[in-house]
């Protein structure tokens, strides 16, 4: 029952007739407990997710939720109220959401400022993308990342793709993929630009320490402003996501880490066509991760052979994690594979949200790795020489 609720939750509805489907009523009843048409607060507080999906769908005040309004603040994509946000308003710890003008479209990004963060000192920024059809608040769910920024200190980023929905079943432009924003011509590298100058308005943002990471379609969004925005983004750590460019077009050495599983059938790791809408036969030809891997290797100009280390097997879960490490590169850069064995379309150290993603190793965590991976790599300053 969890896992079906879990379903609605996460891929949000793509119009009015599947609002109506058998699987979301089917959801309800099997909510509704003690049948009587109507969610009590029990019985919605039986399912955190769904309490925190269903803030403020009583809209009459009694009590209860009917199946009505049940149905209608999921179709509005309804999320967890932030704070408003103006452009004369610092932020200050807790969740944000802020919309941006980039072009014609008005874009919008939620934000997680940790509760140590302090106005005074320079913060890093870790902008995590999520996959494609899904939408901010599945990716606070999926990555756990809240979570690391408050142990750690920095602010997390959550943009929002575009869609012909407002807040599900959305997509970014990643060059090669994915979905509505690729067809559409969307310029995410320019919405990317534009979000981290709102950001240093309301925040104390450390611009050498400006990182990114994310899953499938966020993962190749990662590995796009990487190469479109090497000005602005110090290091990346894409999960599960390829480069979807024939070479990058950095203008510095950018230090990666890649996560990828090889039984993932969402984004194979050697590449072609994938599981799902956006990676089915036909519809998206993905690159291999030795693709990726070799493109960074190359543009960074790392040593051509890696050192291969076998991380602890920890978790008796079917799943070895090996690290991969082609270092040399210029200005310290490096290139990491942290490839896992029989790993599906998830997040390592994570329960994966809904089970038809795959396998997620509780070996390692990608939160931690990639961590510890963007503190030892900052942007570079530029250094310039005075002219006498």
Same mark, same amino acid.
């Given at each position: 029952m969890k896992k079906l609720l879990l379903l609605i939750l996460t891929f949000g509805i793509a119009s009015q007739s *599947?609002? &109506? /489907?058998?699987?979301?009523?089917?959801? %309800?009843?099997?909510?509704?407990?003690?049948?009587?048409?109507?969610?009590?607060?029990?019985?919605?507080? &039986? %399912?955190? +997710?769904?309490?925190?999906?269903? +803030?403020?769908?009583d809209k009459d005040g009694d009590g209860v939720i009917t199946f009505d309004e049940f149905r209608a603040h999921l179709l509005a994509g309804a999320r967890p109220p932030s704070t408003p946000s103006s452009p004369a308003t610092k932020l200050v710890a807790g969740e944000h959401t802020r919309t941006i003008a980039v072009g014609d479209l008005q874009r919008r990004?939620?934000?997680?400022?940790?509760?140590?963060?302090?106005?005074?000192?320079?913060? !890093?920024? =870790?902008?995590?993308?999520?996959?494609?059809?899904?939408?901010? *608040? /599945?990716? =606070?769910?999926? /990555?756990?990342? $809240?979570?690391?920024?408050?142990?750690?200190?920095?602010?997390?980023?959550?943009? %929002?793709?575009?869609?012909? #929905?407002?807040?599900?079943? #959305?997509?970014? $432009?990643?060059?090669? @993929? @994915?979905?509505?924003?690729? *067809? $559409?011509?969307?310029?995410?590298?320019?919405?990317?630009?534009?979000?981290?100058?709102?950001?240093?308005?309301v925040a104390n943002v450390d611009t050498n320490r400006v990182f990114a990471t994310g899953l499938s379609n966020g993962g190749i969004m990662s590995h796009y402003v990487a190469s479109e925005l090497s000005d602005r983004i110090a290091a990346i750590? !894409? =999960?599960g996501g390829p480069l979807m460019m024939d070479a990058p077009n950095a203008k510095r050495p950018v230090p990666v880490m890649h996560f990828h599983g090889t039984g993932d059938e969402f984004a194979p790791f050697k590449g072609g066509f994938g599981k799902g809408p956006l990676g089915r036969a036909g519809v998206t030809e993905f690159r291999s991760v030795d693709h990726t891997i070799q493109c960074w290797v190359k543009a960074n100009g790392c040593k051509p052979e890696p050192e291969i280390v076998a991380l602890p097997d920890k978790a008796d879960d079917g799943m070895k994690c090996t690290r991969k490490t082609w270092s040399g590169g210029r200005d310290g850069s490096e290139v990491v594979l942290i490839e896992i064995e029989n790993g599906g379309h998830t997040w390592p150290g994570n329960e994966p949200i809904v089970a038809m993603l795959g396998k997620s190793t509780k070996d390692i965590s990608a939160n931690d790795l990639m961590w510890e991976f963007f503190q030892k790599h900052p942007m570079r300053p530029v250094l310039t020489t005075k002219k006498e």
């Open positions: *599947e609002a &109506q /489907s058998p699987k979301l009523t089917e959801g %309800f009843k099997r909510a509704d407990t003690n049948g009587d048409g109507k969610l009590s607060a029990d019985e919605v507080n &039986q %399912f955190p +997710q769904l309490k925190t999906k269903l +803030q403020g769908a990004y939620r934000v997680h400022v940790p509760k140590k963060y302090d106005a005074a000192n320079p913060t !890093p920024v =870790v902008v995590v993308f999520h996959g494609g059809g899904g939408n901010p *608040e /599945s990716m =606070v769910r999926l /990555s756990g990342m $809240n979570a690391k920024s408050d142990e750690a200190g920095f602010i997390v980023v959550y943009p %929002f793709g575009t869609g012909k #929905l407002a807040d599900s079943l #959305l997509t970014f $432009n990643g060059g090669g @993929c @994915c979905g509505y924003a690729m *067809e $559409n011509k969307v310029d995410d590298v320019a919405f990317t630009r534009a979000l981290l100058d709102d950001l240093a308005k750590a !894409p =999960v």
